[in-house]
């Protein structure tokens, strides 16, 4: 009988030993070709993480392939985790109708990249690890506009022993626990220095202030004060609508966002936008229980048109804003707000001629409807500085501006 384990034809094993060796190169190929967009490891190609440049070209390229753009090729001091981000990412799927291309490019300001050596040490940080303490560095180059800043692929420091906030309504106007703040990046390290500093600290700080949520804070808004006229309260300004149809807004510089606390007592959603000038007030913000932004006035609004109901900003919108670059952020005002939406310009400061011959016009370009106008001078530097002040109530018309 013949054995069932009788040696196959040499040609036999030669034949499937090809197939086998075939089957494993196509695989390899495919594998490194046709990679997975959901690698969570993936590092561009060398010859691409040190070189790219300015207004990128995108060829065709395999499914995956990170191209690094023209942007970056003329310089090798970019660093590579910032041109991974920056760089074309190749969609999954092919075409996507909603991006009319089969590649995604996040965005980033431009101006980081004037900026190499601060743009260097924000980039540089172990993958999937720890990022660096450098809430200052971010935010100076924000304020040089390299807004929005790139993402970054590390967790950011937390305080060392957190202390959750209190409940709301508690949490409107009490100060924060200490614990609740990395105080690396501001001179005071606990809320009771930032409380005093209007009266132990010398020199100029942002919303000297703010912190003290039983001092000016206390009254600010809540009533209007006779006298000048500059000061409009709240229900005043909410009083020339009808009951209910100012819902949400943005305050723009808002401070420690006094004047969202108080529109949430009247079921009014406010964003405020705030910078941390040293000063954690973002994380103020938070605690108090309403929501901060974290955007420069640089920046074009995170809003579609038409959307907001009011739009306020107290002190921050001045004369210490480049005229055109002001104007621009009117009109930004002008675009968020529905038809109809309030502009609380709140203690506009300039300088003698400056209101008359400059400001008043620029505002009037826009296209608001005056609802309430008071200019009034502001003497507390002295009556000799001729500076002014003005508070204006403005309306954007119901009617289309085309």
């Known amino acids: 009988m013949e054995s069932p384990h009788k040696p196959k034809p040499l040609s036999t094993n030669l034949f499937f030993l090809f197939l086998l060796l075939s089957t494993n190169l196509l695989t390899l190929f495919i594998s490194t070709t046709f990679y997975s967009s959901c690698s969570l490891n993936f590092a561009p190609p060398a010859a691409t993480a ?87 560095l971010a935010q100076k180059l924000l304020l040089k506009g390299c ?11 937390a305080p060392l022993a957190y202390a959750e906030p209190y409940p709301i309504p508690v949490s409107f106007w009490s100060t924060p626990s200490d614990s ?35 001092g000016v804070e206390k009254t600010r808004w809540a009533t209007s004060h006779a006298g000048d006229g500059l000061d409009f309260s709240i229900d005043e300004v909410l009083a020339v609508k009808k009951p209910g149809t100012i819902r949400i807004g943005l305050d723009i510089g ?17 964003i405020t936008t705030s910078m941390n000038l040293n000063g954690p ?5 938070a605690a108090r229980g309403v929501l901060p932004l974290y955007i420069s006035i640089s920046q074009r ?3 579609f048109d038409n959307t907001l109901d009011i739009v306020h900003s107290m002190h921050v919108l001045s004369n210490w804003i480049p005229t055109t670059l002001l104007h621009f952020l009117f009109f930004d005002i002008y675009r968020v707000l529905r038809p109809g939406g309030l502009f609380w310009l709140d203690h ?19 296209g608001f409807e005056r609802v309430k106008w008071v200019a009034g001078r502001k003497l507390d530097r002295g009556e000799e500085l001729r500076e002014i002040y003005l508070s204006a109530l403005l309306e954007k018309p119901l009617k289309n501006s085309w």
């Not at 980081?112 to 050596?117: A, P, V």
């Open 50 to 136: 040190t070189t790219a440049t300015v207004n990128p070209v995108v060829t065709n390229s395999a499914p995956g392939e990170v191209i690094v753009s023209d942007e970056y090729r003329a310089s090798s001091e970019l660093p590579p985790e910032f041109v991974v981000f920056t760089s074309p990412q190749q969609l999954p799927f092919g075409v996507n109708s909603n991006f009319d291309s089969d590649k995604l490019i996040p965005p980033v300001g431009r101006p980081c990249t004037l900026f190499r050596d601060e743009l260097r040490r924000y980039m540089s940080y172990k993958v999937n690890g720890s990022c660096p303490d450098d809430e200052l």
């Open 281 to 285: 007030f973002n994380s103020f913000i």
């Open 180 to 214: 609740s703040v990395v105080w690396t990046a501001y001179t005071c390290k606990n809320y009771e220095c930032l409380i005093n500093r209007k009266r132990n600290q010398k020199g100029f700080d942002d919303c000297k202030d703010c912190f003290d949520l039983q």
């Open 348 to 366: 506009f400061f300039c300088v003698g001629d400056q209101f008359k011959d400059v400001y008043e016009p620029l505002i009037n370009s826009i």
């Open 301 to 303: 609004l995170p809003f």
């Open 147 to 157: 807004e929005p800043l790139p993402r970054r692929r590390c967790r950011p420091a």
């Open 254 to 270: 808002g401070g420690v966002a006094t004047f969202a606390v108080r529109m949430r007592d009247r079921n009014i959603t406010i």
